[in-house]
């Protein structure tokens, strides 16, 4: 059997990575989440996209006790299902 040896373009998976395309993609999803946890949390929602070494986005609960009720109910993870996203323990 011959032997193929593939290649990364790791310039170009970078470029579309951090491509406004991958963005606009991103917070789409990111928005998604957002509005399906606006209906199961009773605190406000933020969303943020940011880059690192490719665009990214962050649902959060705005107030200190959001981290609670994420603890005990999982609203953004429940949310994130919701949106279609795979949601993996860790």
Known sequence: MAR???VLDR?????ILRSQDMATVVNQA???VAGHARTLAEEEVTVAP???DRE????AL?????ANEQAADGSL???ARAAG???RDP
């Open 4 to 6: 193929i040896k593939v």
């Open 11 to 15: 310039k170009g998976i970078r470029n």
């Open 30 to 32: 990111a928005e998604a």
């Open 50 to 52: 940011y880059t690192t």
């Open 56 to 59: 990214a986005a962050s649902v």
């Open 62 to 66: 705005a107030d200190a006790s959001g």
């Open 77 to 79: 993870t429940k949310a």
């Open 85 to 87: 996203l795979e949601v």
